[in-house]
């Protein structure tokens, strides 16, 4: 019963939190986008008109991730706490509410140390170097958040996804340089070991993207999002198109339409028997990508039990051992960053962005007649041709929303879980296991997909 109140306050908490995040970072992008363009400058033709559009993406973040990081770090304590009975921070505020802003004002107000022999410049420059790639690499995804909404249209980008790889992978130099800047030897051997487990688990994590990028044909997060809608078993999950065919087959059979379901079938695979064998296999092959990208995904920002550079118990904090106040506090903010966006990565790449997760065979019966009802209320709320917000947007937005918070809250109940690895565990389990897994699953994606013709007509947005 007790734990059960504790569950109710973590929901209350969380819902307020989310309120203050995304109300916020919302009007933000409203002001900047249109109010100020549409009734102050008012001159489409205005250079000025064309900047401030171009500064709503970066805006928009900028206010997204000090608030998100705030909550992320109450959710992880509260989340921990319910998983080991206990209550958690529950003083500052209505049960603990304010405690992650009472700590953020503490950090930034403690006094910068730079600890004696130390690279001053370095040691300035590691936790921006660390920080700043997180806030550019979340650009490109607000396309597909927001269902390409004519404010973020502008970060669609065609190379969306690599650009998002290239942008994660300099991370690590930062906790590098933080690490020799130190002039401490257990920040050293900190910042090596982050080195050495990027480069062991990124090989896994880039093949995983780079094999749903070729079932759908494309590098831009929007189309990848899109061609997600009827996949496995009409879930709006891996891979998508590629997929179309053996799940309807399996779904319609669970109704027992099977007339139908055999002509969708022979529709979607007309080469015969081999064409089921290999979407079958790509079935598989996709979930089994989704799992290694979440293995490497731990270990590329560092959680347990993959948080080898900091190991309390052996490197007393590891790279950041000699980081104080606002320095510190920027490397803990980008480790939540972090976190947000390879969750927010899988959202898009794997689970469909913002597509609705209800499978479509029992979603049709309700859904239509519930947004006939639901869109009068955003008729009211919507300035007139000022794309404020409607249903093409808020709908999308809220299921990639719920969609990585769960994948948050699956990552701290893995720390609450889980033992951290010995280094040697951690290198063997990369480069032996998952290393040769990613390549052979990833070989095996690449012909399957050449035996799968797929012949149906693509979702609106997608790529054929």
């Not at 992320?72 to 209550?87: I, K, N």
């Not at 500052?92 to 503490?106: E, F, I, M, N, R």
């Not at 079958?280 to 990208?293: A, N, T």
């Not at 009068?376 to 794309?387: H, N, R, S, W």
Request: glycine share 8%.
């Amino acid at each position: 019963m007790g734990n059960a109140s504790e569950i109710f306050k973590f929901t209350r908490l969380s819902i307020i939190w989310l309120c203050l995040i995304f109300i916020p970072v919302w009007l933000v992008a409203y002001a900047v986008g249109i109010f100020i363009p549409y009734f102050l400058i008012k001159d489409q033709q205005n250079i000025f008109f064309d900047v401030f559009q171009a500064l709503v993406p970066i805006i928009a973040v900028l206010v997204f991730i000090p608030i998100n990081a705030m909550f992320m770090v109450l959710f992880e304590r509260r989340g921990l706490a319910l998983f080991t009975v206990r209550s958690g921070p529950n003083r500052v505020g209505v049960d603990g509410l304010l405690q992650t802003a009472a700590d953020a004002v503490k950090l930034l107000f403690k006094e910068d140390i730079t600890p004696r022999g130390a690279d001053i410049a370095m040691f300035t420059l590691a936790p921006i170097t660390f920080f700043a790639p997180s806030v550019f690499a979340a650009i490109p995804l607000l396309a597909a958040v927001t269902n390409d909404h004519p404010l973020f249209h502008i970060v669609n980008l065609p190379t969306g996804i690599f650009y998002v790889l290239a942008a994660s992978s300099v991370p690590v130099v930062g906790i590098v340089m933080g690490g020799w800047a130190s002039n401490n030897k257990y920040s050293l051997v900190g910042g090596l070991r982050s080195a050495a487990q990027a480069i062991s688990y990124e090989i896994p994590l880039v093949l995983s993207l780079v094999s749903m990028c070729m079932m759908a044909k494309s590098l831009d997060v929007v189309q990848i999002a899109n061609q997600q809608a009827g996949g496995i078993l009409d879930w709006n999950i891996f891979g998508g198109g590629a997929l179309r065919g053996i799940d309807k087959f399996i779904a319609l059979n669970l109704v027992g339409n099977t007339i139908d379901a055999k002509t969708i079938l022979d529709a979607a695979y007309p080469s015969g028997i081999l064409s089921y064998i290999a979407a079958g296999v790509l079935i598989v092959c996709s979930v089994i990508m989704f799992l290694l990208y979440l293995t490497g995904a731990c270990a590329e920002i560092n959680r347990i039990p993959f948080d080898l550079p900091e190991a309390e118990s052996e490197l007393v904090s590891g790279y950041n051992t000699e980081y104080s106040g606002i320095k510190f506090a920027i490397f803990f903010l980008a480790e939540f960053t972090n976190l947000f966006i390879v969750s927010s990565i899988a959202v898009v790449m794997f689970m469909g962005g913002g597509g609705n997760p209800i499978p479509a065979w029992l979603l049709d019966p309700w859904w239509p007649s519930f947004a006939s009802s639901v869109g009068p209320m955003f008729d009211l709320v919507t300035a007139k041709g000022l794309m404020l917000v409607d249903e093409h947007t808020f709908f999308p937005a809220l299921w990639v929303i719920a969609k990585t918070y769960a994948f948050v809250f699956f990552a701290v109940l893995i720390r609450g879980t889980l033992p951290r690895f010995r280094i040697d565990q951690l290198m063997d389990f990369g480069w032996k296991r998952l290393i040769p897994l990613s390549l052979i699953v990833f070989l095996v994606m690449a012909f399957a997909r050449v035996l799968v013709n797929v012949h149906l007509v693509m979702p609106a947005g997608g790529a054929p």
